[in-house]
């Protein structure tokens, strides 16, 4: 029941990134370690290395997204890849292709890696089973099933300002439901050996039999975030208020958007964080996204640097590095 | 019409307590009296040694795709695959293209069966014009037609009244009404069992109560209207509760469960393989729990195929697009055997619930070996082996989860009306 045998080599080695699930804790310490030599890179003046000089990689974006696919561009380029862009939401799946013709047409093209955002789950996981075998795969989020290079960026932000994962108590919050970040997050916080997972939510927005997932769920604010080190808000999506899982937005507010007041249930040294984009006002006060303890922008910093390191990894374990 | 001898097999008979080694004899297209034997010159003999000789099976569920979805299956190549798994009498859902709501359709179908030499199709009648749920069909037409039963197939009925109107006047007309327990407004969306593998993997989730809540709104109904009901491919514990308790009372209700459902839970589904894409979803190991004890005790009555085949396009995309159904037919012998083996069932009381069971909801004058029946018979190997593969595969669809396993149990003689209408290659020399 994992998805494990397809994105690994035969060697154990990084083939696709499709999902947190089945990869081990000594694999994802080596993306963050390798995120770390280019979180240094960031900093330089010549921001470049020729690592993927010559490779193609095609962004395929079946759904939108601003935030994730800058940083996957900025991230092969910075590794030096010719990278293409293709927001397909808007081109000719909207005629009748079907996903495979899409895939078979960009092959055609002698691309190296997609990277591919999809409105349903298991599309990433589909594209990599059929696409051709010297073809890799990066799931930058697909349905409801996983965003894994947002889960690695946070645990990356969560290393930076905690150093370690044992012991750490980590809370999150909201619309775990239908949130492919949560589902990853929960796996690589499992994964590298955290304390404790906590999601809080009403059940209206927690998957069913949600504690096989790794997790204890809390329906109170309060009683979830005491002790915690680390607390991770999600966003909440506007649509849910009109299909019965909220009454409002302010109601939601008022139970489960983080507050100054609410924080101080957390450890003093707590830090917040939020894929993005934010709602401020419905999960989160702005005095807490802006606060001494949210750590938001550094996340998104931290988005190319995460990207750059899986990719490399992926070519260089496909034989194919410069 | 041919004289054939089926000698020294094990024959199963349940509707007459039959089991034991001895020979069938057949002229005329109907079973001869046992006692026959002697003085019986037949045209063809079928050793049936180590073999079991049973009734031909009925299966209450079987998607042809003509007219309208060829590119999945047609009445020809479904109609040779029902033959090779033994089956001699199935029933069609009204959810062809145009789906079954005129008498035309039937006639058409009717005709298509008599040219694929395979005249036992029952066409189940749409319940509702164009399967829309808000117009009652013409029920008695359909009925005069040849439609053995009625239904709204996979479709939403607009509301109860229509489910009670459709109830009243299809018991005026002493229809059977074949019904899929499944309340949309819980289902919507969905695509796997609203359980822990679809929380893990992020899938849309079907809850057990969608269809254990349609199930009881059927139930108290079919006790206001009188209608006779029969539940078509239940999934889950609390259906199996509702039908237990419905039965207590004596209600005049049937059940069946999809051969598959008592095989497969969630925990063997690999994760967004198509194949695995079925409606109602693979539930979790306490609902098959329930479902094989229902069976052995007899609150649920009979075991379909749910044979739905597809074309490989309808299983190719993200899980969620891809069309559900799994192709059945084949594997309804051997997985059956699987129950026997697992000790769930014994081996009568396995053939009953394709023969005698099904044979009794649908008033059906075959599913037992009586002299003087129609020969409708089913003669297998229990022991062999055999891979689903492309060169052992009749049916246009090539969707099931069992695809490139090694299954035991194979259909070697397949007589319809006393007229051979499948014989396995090996068993040629025979």
Same mark, same amino acid.
């Given at each position: 029941?994992?998805t494990q045998h ?9 083939k696709?990134f499709?999902?947190i699930e089945?990869l081990?804790?000594e ?5 963050l370690?390798?995120s770390?030599?280019?979180a ?5 003046q010549?921001?470049k290395?020729p ?5 193609t990689?095609i962004?395929l ?10 940083t996957?561009?900025?991230? !092969?380029?910075?590794l030096s890849?010719d ?15 079907s996903?495979?013709d ?16 999809h ?6 996981y ?12 990066i799931?930058a989020?697909?349905?409801q099933?996983a ?6 960026l946070?645990?990356?932000t969560i290393?930076?300002?905690?150093k370690?994962?044992e012991g750490l108590k ?10 492919r970040v ?6 690589a916080l ?12 009403p059940?209206t ?5 949600v504690?096989q997932?790794?997790?204890i769920?809390?329906?109170d604010m ?5 002790g ?10 506007k ?7 909220l009454?409002s937005e302010?109601e939601?507010?008022r ?5 100054e ?5 957390a450890?003093p ?12 006002g419905?999960e989160i006060?702005s005095?807490?996204a ?19 390191a899986?990719m490399?990894?992926?070519?260089s374990?496909?034989?194919g590095? !410069? | 019409?041919?004289?054939i001898?089926?000698k ?7 509707l007459?307590?039959?089991d034991?080694t001895g020979?069938l004899c ?12 002697a003085g /019986? ?8 040694a ?6 031909g099976f ?11 979805h060829t ?14 798994a033994?089956?001699?009498s199935?029933c069609?859902?009204?959810d ?13 179908i ?21 399967l ?7 029920m ?5 037609? &040849?439609?053995?039963?009625v ?5 939403p009925?607009a509301?109860?009244l ?5 109830m009243?006047?299809?018991s005026?007309h002493?229809l ?7 309340e /949309?407004s819980?289902?919507?969306g969905?695509?796997?069992?609203? &359980?822990? /593998?679809?929380?893990?993997? &992020? ?12 199930l ?6 079919a006790?206001?209207?009188g209608c ?10 609390h259906?199996?509760?509702k039908i237990?308790q419905a039965?207590?009372?004596?209600a005049?209700?049937?059940a ?5 459902q008592?095989?497969l839970?969630?925990e063997?589904?690999t994760?967004?393989d198509?194949a695995?894409?079925v409606?109602p979803?693979?539930?979790g ?6 479902l094989?004890?229902a069976?052995?005790?007899g609150?649920?009555?009979?075991i ?15 899980f969620p ?7 059945a037919?084949e ?6 055997l699987n129950?026997?083996r697992?000790?769930?069932?014994t081996?009568?009381?396995?053939i ?5 069971k099904?044979a009794k909801i ?6 037992h070996?009586s ?8 003669? /297998?190997d ?6 689903v593969d ?12 069992y ?9 070697t003689?397949?007589l319809?009306? &006393?007229?051979?209408?499948f014989?396995?290659a090996?068993a040629?020399?025979?």
């Amino acid at each position: 029941m994992t998805t494990q045998h397809i994105q690994l080599t035969e060697h154990g080695r990084l083939k696709h990134f499709l999902s947190i699930e089945g990869l081990s804790k000594e694999l994802l310490t080596e993306i963050l370690d390798t995120s770390e030599s280019y979180a240094d890179m960031s900093g330089k003046q010549i921001k470049k290395v020729p690592l993927l000089r010559g490779k193609t990689i095609i962004n395929l974006f079946f759904e939108n997204s601003t935030r994730t696919r800058t940083t996957f561009e900025l991230a !092969a380029a910075r590794l030096s890849a010719d990278v293409i862009t293709m927001n397909i939401a808007t081109s000719s799946t909207a005629k009748g292709e079907s996903l495979l013709d899409t895939i078979r047409n960009l092959e055609a093209m002698h691309v190296d890696m997609f990277i591919v955002r999809h409105a349903l789950s298991g599309a990433a996981y589909f594209i990599a089973e059929h696409a051709a075998p010297h073809i890799s795969v990066i799931n930058a989020g697909d349905g409801q099933h996983a965003h894994p290079t947002q889960a690695m960026l946070d645990m990356f932000t969560i290393r930076q300002y905690k150093k370690r994962f044992e012991g750490l108590k980590v809370a999150i919050v909201g619309d775990i439901l239908h949130s492919r970040v949560a589902r990853s997050q929960i796996q690589a916080l499992n994964t590298l050996g955290v304390e404790e997972v906590r999601v809080i939510a009403p059940k209206t927005l927690l998957p069913n039999q949600v504690r096989q997932m790794g997790v204890i769920d809390f329906h109170d604010m309060e009683e979830g975030l005491s002790g915690v080190d680390v607390i991770i808000m999600l966003r909440l999506q506007k649509e849910r208020m009109n299909s019965a899982f909220l009454p409002s937005e302010s109601e939601y507010f008022r139970c489960f958007g983080l507050t100054e007041a609410k924080l101080k249930h957390a450890k003093p040294d707590v830090m917040v964080m939020h894929p993005g984009p934010i709602n401020r006002g419905v999960e989160i006060a702005s005095t807490v996204a802006d606060g001494p303890h949210s750590v938001i922008l550094q996340q998104v910093s931290n988005g190319v640097a995460v990207r750059m390191a899986i990719m490399s990894m992926i070519i260089s374990s496909s034989g194919g590095g !410069a | 019409m041919k004289k054939i001898l089926i000698k020294n097999g094990h024959i199963i008979d349940p509707l007459n307590q039959r089991d034991e080694t001895g020979d069938l004899c057949i002229a005329g297209g109907t079973i001869l009296s046992i006692a026959d034997t002697a003085g /019986f010159h037949p045209d063809l003999v079928i050793d049936a040694a180590e073999q079991i000789v049973c009734p031909g099976f009925i299966d209450l569920s079987v998607c042809l795709r003509e007219p309208g979805h060829t590119q999945k299956g047609t009445i020809a190549s479904e109609t040779r695959a029902a033959a090779a798994a033994g089956v001699t009498s199935l029933c069609l859902p009204p959810d062809t293209r145009p789906c079954i709501d005129t008498p035309a359709v039937v006639e058409l179908i009717k005709d298509r069966a008599d040219k694929a030499g395979y005249p036992r199709i029952h066409p189940i009648g749409a319940l509702t014009q164009r399967l829309a749920g808000t117009e009652l069909s013409g029920m008695f037409a359909l009925k005069q037609s &040849g439609c053995i039963a009625v239904s709204n197939a996979n479709q939403p009925l607009a509301n109860l009244l229509i489910l009670r109107r459709a109830m009243e006047y299809a018991s005026s007309h002493n229809l059977l009404l074949i019904y899929r327990a499944n309340e /949309f407004s819980l289902s919507a969306g969905g695509c796997a069992h609203e &359980g822990a /593998f679809a929380s893990r993997y &992020g899938l849309p989730g079907i809850p057990e109560a969608a269809e254990s809540i349609a199930l009881a709104q059927c139930l108290e109904l079919a006790e206001l209207t009188g209608c006779r009901v029969h539940i078509n491919q239940i999934s889950c514990k609390h259906s199996v509760i509702k039908i237990q308790q419905a039965k207590k009372y004596g209600a005049n209700v049937s059940a069946d469960v999809a051969i598959h459902q008592l095989h497969l839970t969630e925990e063997d589904m690999t994760p967004f393989d198509s194949a695995y894409h079925v409606l109602p979803p693979f539930r979790g190991e306490i609902d098959r729990k329930y479902l094989r004890d229902a069976l052995a005790n007899g609150t649920v009555d009979a075991i379909s195929s749910a044979h739905q085949p597809h074309d490989l396009d309808a299983k190719l995309g993200a899980f969620p697009d891809t069309e559900p159904g799994v192709a059945a037919l084949e594997t309804l012998l051997p997985l059956l055997l699987n129950l026997t083996r697992q000790q769930v069932l014994t081996l009568p009381q396995a053939i009953a619930s394709l023969t005698q069971k099904p044979a009794k909801i649908l008033g059906l004058p075959v599913g037992h070996l009586s002299p003087g029946a129609p020969a409708d018979v089913c003669v /297998f190997d229990p022991q062999a082996s055999w891979t689903v593969d492309n060169e052992n595969w009749l049916s246009a669809g090539k969707n099931t989860p069992y695809w490139g396993q090694t299954l035991t149990g194979r259909v070697t003689h397949t007589l319809q009306n &006393g007229s051979l209408i499948f014989r396995l290659a090996a068993a040629e020399n025979s």
